[in-house]
T-cell receptor, first 118, second 112 residues
Framework: GAGVSQTPSNKVTEKGKYVELRCDPI?????LYWYRQSLGQGPEFLIY????????DSGLPNDRFFAVRPEGSVSTLKIQRTERGDSAVYLC????????????????FGPGTRLTVL | SQQGEEDPQALSIQEGENATMNCSYK?????LQWYRQNSGRGLVHLIL?????REKHSGRLRVTLDTSKKSSSLLITASRAADTASYFC????????????FGQGTRLTINP
C-alpha cells in the first residue's frame, strides 16, 4: 500500500527551460489532482483528472502549464519556458473516485516536488 | 485565490496544553477538511466534516463546523511536541466538484 509518490523531490532549473514533474497516485485511485504551494501560503488548485481526462483545469495559471494522464494512472505536469515566479512546491494528490457522486473523497497527498527557477 | 482564512496565523503553546485553531470561509461548502503539513512538504489528512455535521472527533482532535457563521475550529487536546506543524483547512465549494480550496494555515509550535 504505497502512498502517492512524486519525482523528482527537488528540481532546479534555469529561467526559460522546460520541466516535467511526475506523480504516481495510489493504486486504484481514479482521481488525481495537482496543486501548487508558494512559501507561506496554502496549496492552490491547478488541475484535476478523473481517469484520463482533465475534469477541471481552471487553476492552471497560463498556457505554459499543461498536464497529462494518458493511461489513467501516472500524471505528468509540464511547464514550458519556466519563469522565476513558477518556483514553488508542486503537490499531487489522489482520491478513490467520487465524480458526480456529490460527495468528496479524501485526497491523499504526495511529498511534493520543490521547483526552483533561477 | 484562497477561500479560507485561518486564525491565528501562528500559535505557540506548552506541551500538554490544548491548541485551538479557527478557519473562516466565504462561500457555501460541501465539506471542510483539516490537513497537517510538516516542513512545508506533504499534507496529511486529519479529519473531514460534512456540511450537515456540527462536530466530529478523532482521537485528540475535535472539529466543529458552524455553517451559519461559515467557520470551523480544530481543537487538539493534550498537545505533544510531535504536533508541531502547519495546519490548513480546506473546503470544496461546489456540489460534485473535487478541487479543494485551502486557507493560508496556522503554524503551531509546541514547546517541550
Amino acid at each position: 500500500g504505497a502512498g502517492v509518490s512524486q519525482t523528482p523531490s527537488n528540481k532546479v532549473t534555469e529561467k526559460g527551460k522546460y520541466v516535467e514533474l511526475r506523480c504516481d497516485p495510489i493504486s486504484g485511485h481514479t482521481a488525481l489532482y495537482w496543486y501548487r504551494q508558494s512559501l507561506g501560503q496554502g496549496p492552490e488548485f491547478l488541475i484535476y483528472f478523473q481517469g484520463t481526462g482533465a475534469a477541471d483545469d481552471s487553476g492552471l495559471p497560463n498556457d505554459r502549464f499543461f498536464a497529462v494522464r494518458p493511461e489513467g494512472s501516472v500524471s505528468t505536469l509540464k511547464i514550458q519556458r519556466t519563469e522565476r515566479g513558477d518556483s514553488a512546491v508542486y503537490l499531487c494528490a489522489s482520491s478513490l473516485t467520487a465524480a458526480f457522486s456529490g460527495r468528496t473523497d479524501t485526497q491523499y497527498f504526495g511529498p511534493g516536488t520543490r521547483l526552483t527557477v533561477l | 485565490s484562497q477561500q479560507g482564512e485561518e486564525d491565528p496565523q501562528a500559535l505557540s503553546i506548552q506541551e500538554g496544553e490544548n491548541a485551538t485553531m479557527n478557519c473562516s470561509y466565504k462561500t457555501s461548502i460541501n465539506n471542510l477538511q483539516w490537513y497537517r503539513q510538516n516542513s512545508g512538504r506533504g499534507l496529511v489528512h486529519l479529519i473531514l466534516i460534512r456540511s450537515n455535521e456540527r462536530e466530529k472527533h478523532s482521537g485528540r482532535l475535535r472539529v466543529t463546523l458552524d455553517t451559519s457563521k461559515k467557520s470551523s475550529s480544530l481543537l487538539i487536546t493534550a498537545s505533544r511536541a510531535a504536533d508541531t506543524a502547519s495546519y490548513f483547512c480546506a473546503t470544496d465549494v461546489i456540489q460534485g466538484a473535487q478541487k479543494l480550496v485551502f486557507g493560508q494555515g496556522t503554524r503551531l509550535t509546541i514547546n517541550p
